[in-house]
Every structure is written in structure tokens, then in C-alpha cells.
């Protein structure tokens, strides 16, 4: 398979959560024509109190590593029972038992991390869903490399997608991971990254379109749950993507367009269980006007506000509160300073346990310096790749706030970016978000 003629299609986990779906992903499988390929997850959740595989094998190889035998026990046997259920209810043989004991028995032999054991979600998938539909399984770890940090190697990557493709018309490939290139280890993906595996495939063979099946129909302006009226949105760009998954946005991984950048490879998100409806056409770019593409948001934020008079007039100071982050290992998100403080926010998350160190360690680079940490605080953006040109679009989010009598914490938005972001405390986060989507709606932006 190669070019315009084929298509590859990626299935999240609930849309491989059981037999059922499976029948549904056959049926699917008829409109794609002659030459395409199919990337799994691991299957998924059954209904809400349910755990996805890929949670039991994580699960699996803590108890494993501890030596927790009969626990660990337990957990094979869960995960064995989730593939061999659905393959005697397709009717064929499948039996995933030898590949957990072999990926079981590296646990703890040498520096292995969890990577190896928790491929094997996806790995088993694909292999029974090749099996139920007749194509060619192609093991993702021929085709996926990384480096020795764990960063993918683009190029060696693509060349081995459309290498070892072009012989084949219709194949299954397991997502979310590869091989590290000089060790022959499995290295995994960030969590979701079967979404990049997908788009990786697409590349590859400069497929016409990368479709994503998934539980929803595409992305809405916000979240439904927030508001139950919100739009779904027809198209979004690939920048415009990358912002809404960093804001909280979870319908694809932020970095599945990262392979697509400088190709014609449109992404198609699918539901599994509505296949006529629409769905959201995620584009190379879009023709925006007057139009916002999303209103995301998250809590869990901290703001660290370092105070010094003139701090600013030391040429040096970003660089060094920088690197006292780094060594830290506290992420820094948003970084907005003015003459005498600098405010960064960071995951509350990452603090645990590190206000003392962190607090020191920027005294120690910094010289005589306030600290202060404020928890609480929810980012909300819009997002949309016309923001730069429109001044009016930006008021609007900050009236939305204002009339709402919603005290801003924070604001930051760089030159030419696709977002502006503002932070709220965690008590007005709903109200926010609330607020935005009206006040865009009446404006007629959405
Ligand atoms: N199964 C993995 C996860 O749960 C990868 C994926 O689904 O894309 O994160």
C-alpha cells in the first residue's frame, strides 16, 4: 500500500473494548477499500467501573517488580481472560499467555522499564484483530524507532512504514510502540500515543486520509459536560489541535499531527459507534474569520510569584529561575514577568513535596527574593489560529470574565500564538468556561 488509493484508520481502546466491537470494526472495515491499514489500542473500558488493559498491565508489572506473586497472578489471569473472552465469542483460537510470560519474565532482570509488558496491550490486539479479519499483522516494533532519550527518529521511522508496506494491501499494525533503535528495546509512547502511531503510518505510505475512530463525534467547541449545548466543530487546524490537547482537550494525543506538518494528510475523527455522523476534520489549515475553534481549560495549577525589585535589570535572572525549575524537575508551563516579579505556573501536581527545595534553590540563583505559591488556579483559553489578527475576539474573552465578576489571575498569550490563556481561580473554573462560550456565542464567533 502506497499513496492516494489507501487509507489508515487508528481504533481507540472502547472502540476495541470487546467482541462486539470488533464485529462493528469488520463491518467498518468493508468501506476502505482495497488497501488500508489498521492501528489498535489496547482494548478498552467495558462501562465506567471497568479497567482498561493497558491499567492492568501497568498495575501488572508494579506487583511483578515488588514480588508480589499472587496479586500478580490475579492480574494475568484478568488480562488473559479480557483477550480469550472475545476471541471465543468471534469463534477462533487466540491464546495471549505465552507473550505476558515472556514479557513477564524480563520484569526486574536488568534496568527493563515497564514499556515492554505494557505493549503487550496493544500487541495482543492486534494480533487477534488480524487473525479475526484475515490481514497481515505487522509488528509495530519492525517499523517505530526511537533514540536512546526515548525521541522518536522521524526519518528511519518513515522510511521502515513505507518499506515494509508497500508489500502488503491490508494489514494490522499495534499502536504506541516502537524499538529503541540501538538497544532493540520496546519503548512506548507517551499515554494515548496510538493516535501518533496512526498518524505515522499515514505518512509513511502518504495515505489519503488518517482516519480516527474513537467514542465521540469529534471535538465540540467545549466540553458538553460544562456546557450540554456546545457546538461540534466541522474543522480544526493542526496548530489549532495541538493548543486544545495542551488545554485539556483529551479526543487525540497533542503530538498526533506532529508526523502529518508539511504533508496534504487530513485527520478524519470517527465514532466507532455513529459512523454516519460527520465527525471533525482536523486540516493542514483552515480558512478561520471570525470563528473560535475551542474554549479548553484545567485545573491543578500552581503560580510561583518570585519577587525582587529591578529583578529585571539583571540580564541573566529568566535564564537562572530557569534552570532552578529544571533542577527541580518542575515543569514550567507559563512564564509571564514584568520589572520586578516573575510569575510561573506549574502543575500543583509536580510541587509535591518540592516548595522548600525549589524555594532554595531559586534564593540560591537569585539572590534575596520573595517567594510565593499560590495553589488553586484553572487555566482557561480559546483557542484559534486567527487570534493574532483579532483584537476584538481576545476582548471578548476577557469581557466574558469581567461581566461575570470573574478575578483574573493571570494572562499570557505570545506574539502570533493560536491561544490566549487566562487563569481563574479553581472555584470560578466552571463559571468561566461558562461565561467564554456565551459571550463568543452571542458574538457570533462560533
Ligand atoms: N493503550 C495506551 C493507553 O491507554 C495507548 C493508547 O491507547 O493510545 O494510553
Redesign the pocket.
Known sequence: MQGKNCKVAKF??TSLCDAAHFKKIKDLSERFGNEHCIVV??P?KRNACDI????MLYRLYDMRLQGKKAEADELKCAVTERYSDIASELGIEFSPEKELDFAMANVGTDDTSADEL?SR??YLCAKLLAKYLGYTFIDAAELIFFDEYGVLMMKKTLRAISKRLRETEKAVIP??YGTEAATGKIR??T?????ITGALIARGVDAKIYENWTDVSGFYVTDPRLVPEARKVDKLCFNELRELSCMGASVL?GSTVLPLMGSDISIRVCNTNAPDEKGTLICPAVETKNRIAGIAGKRGYTIVTIKKLALGDDGGFARRALHAFEACSVPVEHMPLSMDNLSVVTFTSSLNEKKEMLTQELTHVLGDISVEFSDGISLVAAVSSMLGQSADAVCTLFNALAKNHIRIRLIDTGSGSDSVVAGVDDDDFERAIRAIYSEFEENGYL
Open positions: 481507540g481502546g489500542s489496547a478498552g482498561k488493559v493497558t491499567d505494557v496491550g496493544e499502536g504506541f512506548t509512547f499515554r494515548g500515543g496510538s493516535d494525543h
